[in-house]
């Protein structure tokens, strides 16, 4: 179950950093700020898994449910850090890389 927790924070993660640099790529800076409504999701999500995991394992030990409690509040960080890294990334890209598209004219 923990191993589940742990990969809907990566999958989670990677969404939201894909989403968010696709849509800064492709309709500007100002686009990020969606991203911002898919971190904000996504947290408030982890939110309310965490509160049905913890209410879910009563009868485990202190320690396990400590554990549990760490996992949770790393998903947070690994969504938090892949909203930055894909401001990041939009940086780099436009700041380093020149993407030109150019089209076949016809004669």
């Known amino acids: 179950m923990i191993e589940f927790v742990i990969?809907?924070?990566v999958?989670?993660?990677?969404l939201v950093m894909t989403s968010t640099l696709?849509?800064?790529?492709?309709?500007?800076?100002?686009?990020g700020l969606v991203?911002?409504?898919f971190l904000v999701g996504f947290i408030v999500m982890n939110q309310s898994w965490k509160v049905r995991y913890m209410r879910a394992i009563v009868d485990a030990t202190p320690r396990a449910?400590?554990?549990a409690r760490?996992?949770?509040e790393m998903n947070e960080l690994?969504?938090?850090?892949?909203?930055?890294?894909?401001?990041?990334?939009y940086t780099v890209i436009?700041?380093?890389?020149?993407?030109?598209?150019?089209?076949?004219v016809a004669r």
């Open 7 to 9: 990969l809907l924070g």
């Open 11 to 14: 999958i989670g993660g990677w």
């Open 22 to 31: 696709f849509l800064m790529l492709a309709f500007g800076k100002m686009m």
């Open 35 to 37: 991203g911002v409504l």
């Open 65 to 67: 449910k400590e554990l």
């Open 70 to 72: 760490h996992i949770f």
């Open 78 to 89: 690994i969504l938090l850090s892949s909203y930055l890294m894909s401001l990041v990334l």
């Open 94 to 104: 436009q700041k380093y890389i020149e993407i030109v598209v150019k089209f076949p």
